[in-house]
């Protein structure tokens, strides 16, 4: 063993496997919840003592942010599909976690694995880090420690002996809330930063104590227990597409299980759509039963999905156990692209000062395969085939899709990614969006125009299968014996002019070999619906200063996927879309920098 040991300090490593998760959402993997449901997000922001996002009027929004000077620098029910939890991120190998062993003596039944985007490993946190220097050099190095990987190695010749032997892979930052930080938010005081202005200097600092509060409401929940519980069945009508995504407007009944909470915010988790919840029954030993969280009514209310297993056995005298899981890959991610974004190179894609690029030798549009186009529309489509790298350009309009439709917004959106791929060979273009729903359906559109041979849809890992549109699966990777979604190689993956993923996803195309700068265009649609650092995990990683950003958002629309109560009142709510509008250029409705589809 200590042979063992003293190899694994020698051995250096390379990069650790990516967790894709579909947000807070696990998928991560906002959506526009007001008008349709996604899989990996609920129709509505949850009701757990908050307002209703997408709802407040512009009047009322209210800005943590201090002003600088702007010259300043699912399944059905009746499914149910062993499924393990691990520590680390398996997920970009496209190999499943390896079973509980049998030596634990605890039986799961558990549902297919969401592919919460963002998000849905469930990755359990470090606890954190015990360093006492408050300076701000010794937080950073204090908050980003790292984690060990392993990975199993082959014999060397085939006479040697069969043994396993586990050699380091990696190491990756593993982002631990630094002490004093963790000391401030046990007293329920705010961190200094967050009372600072936002500004280049603070940038990093800002949101990474934002996010840090969200990880100590986490762990603060992680052993919350619902002790004694009797479950009752409820059934409900819902729209098919709901489960299986097939984009018809057929109803089912389905039968979920109904507890309640406590109403008051202090003593319960704030819960969101797609996060784990376990059933133990009190008197069958370790067994217990996994299910996810459908929507919570009422601030009290939970509707959970279990499966077959749980229904099979289920009794309205039985009394459970009740406990939470939540997803932490996609606030690791989010650290990693906000300490990305604060290269100085990136400066004008988060504070911009000089307007995205003029190419004067770009054609007008002579003629759009959408006949219906008004002028606002026709307007703006000019204006995304004219620009050229940064810093990013504003479409306010509504969220891109209505039900399984493109609104106003997608259809500029899809004829504008139909015009560049007609345009030149040369581009390569990524679409983006908060969820899986808007992915589809925008995909579906630019399909019409688009060969299967020449655009690619990239699906967190575990997305289940059965949940993606027929028509989009034919774009898709999927490696049957693994049963997860994957990106193909890089040459191949380099090939596509057209790819769609969710902004936690696209990740994976970094961890592929993709380069900021590969892209020539970014779609990031919908963008008003998650925060600010979720966006990030796109651009930080694959722009740079030659790459064209789009940014599209819905007046008044905020993430829903806040749990912190410090987060929600310090600007995690509010989006990239959001601030950069109410930067001057833009507030000032220069041209240059946004449109606005009002008809």
């Known amino acids: 063993m200590s042979a063992l040991f003293e190899l694994l300090r020698r051995i250096l ?13 696990n998928e991560p993997e906002g959506t526009n919840h007001s008008q349709s449901f996604d899989p990996i997000r609920p129709t509505s ?39 393990t939890a691990t520590s680390g991120d398996p997920f970009v190998s496209g190999t499943k976690p390896p079973p ?34 408050h300076t701000p050099v010794a937080q950073e190095r204090s908050a980003r420690q790292y984690k060990l990987v392993l990975r199993a190695v082959s014999p060397v010749s085939p006479n040697q002996q069969k043994e396993t032997v586990y050699v380091q892979k990696d190491t990756s930052p593993v982002y631990n809330i630094p002490k004093d930080i963790e000391d401030l938010m046990k007293r329920g005081i705010v961190p200094g930063v967050l009372q600072k202005p936002l500004s280049p200097s603070t940038y990093r600092a800002y949101f990474a104590a934002l996010l840090y509060a969200e990880d100590f409401y986490i762990e603060k929940w992680t052993d919350f227990i619902l002790k004694d519980v009797t479950l009752e069945l409820h059934q409900l009508t819902i729209d098919k597409n709901i489960r299986d995504h097939d984009f018809s407007r057929e109803k089912v009944c389905a039968t979920f299980v109904k507890f309640k909470m406590d109403s008051i915010p202090e003593r319960r988790p704030f819960l969101l759509s797609r996060d784990f919840v376990f059933a133990k029954p009190l008197d069958k030993g370790e067994t217990q039963f996994q299910g ?63 307007p995205p690029g003029r190419d004067l030798f770009a054609l007008p549009c002579l003629y759009f395969s959408n006949d219906g186009l008004n002028s606002e529309q026709r307007s703006a489509i000019h204006q995304i085939l004219t620009l050229k790298g940064s810093a990013p350009f504003l479409m306010e309009g509504p969220l891109c899709t209505n039900g399984l439709h493109l609104s106003r917004t997608g259809i500029v959106v899809s004829e504008a990614v139909s015009q560049l791929y007609q345009r030149s060979k040369d581009h390569r273009i990524l679409v983006a969006a908060p969820i899986n729903k808007t992915c589809d359906v925008l995909m579906r559109n630019l399909k019409k125009e688009i060969p299967d041979s020449e655009i690619f849809r990239a699906n967190a890992a575990f997305r289940e299968i059965h949940v993606v549109p027929g028509d989009i699966l034919t774009s898709c990777l999927y490696k049957e014996e693994s049963e997860c979604f994957a990106c193909p190689q890089l040459e191949e993956l380099q090939r596509f002019k057209v790819i769609f993923s969710t902004f936690v996803s696209s990740f994976r195309l970094q961890n592929e070999g993709i380069k900021a700068g590969h892209f020539s265009h970014i779609f990031l649609v919908d963008a008003s619906s998650t925060s600010e650092p979720e966006a990030m995990i796109v651009l930080a990683n694959l722009a740079n200063k030659d790459t064209t950003v789009i940014v599209t958002g ?46």
């Open 13 to 25: 490593g390379f990069k650790e496997e990516d967790g894709d998760h579909h947000r807070h959402g």
């Open 292 to 354: 996810f969280v459908y929507r919570v009514e009422k601030s009290s209310i939970v509707l959970a999905e279990f499966g077959d297993d749980f229904h099979s056995q289920h009794h309205s005298s039985s009394r459970y156990n009740i406990s939470f899981s939540f997803n932490r890959v996609c606030l690791k991610r989010a650290h990693q692209a906000v300490e990305a974004a604060t290269d100085p190179s990136f400066r004008n894609f988060l504070f911009p000062e000089c």
């Open 45 to 83: 922001e949850l009701n757990l003592g908050r307002t209703g996002f997408g709802r407040t009027p512009s009047s009322h929004v209210t800005y943590p942010f201090k002003a600088v000077p702007s010259g300043s620098p699912k399944p059905f029910p009746s499914v149910s599909k062993p499924s």
């Open 100 to 133: 509980i062993s049998a030596h634990t003596n605890q039986i799961i039944a558990k549902l297919p694995r969401p592919s919460h985007e963002p998000s849905s490993s469930r990755v359990q946190s470090p606890s954190s880090s015990k360093a006492t220097s």
């Open 554 to 599: 819905a007046q008044g629309n905020r993430s829903g996927w806040v749990r912190s109560p410090i987060a929600r009142g310090n600007g995690l709510r509010i989006s990239y879309f959001e601030r950069l509008k109410e930067f001057t250029p833009c507030k000032n409705l220069d041209p240059a920098f946004i449109a606005r589809l009002t008809a």
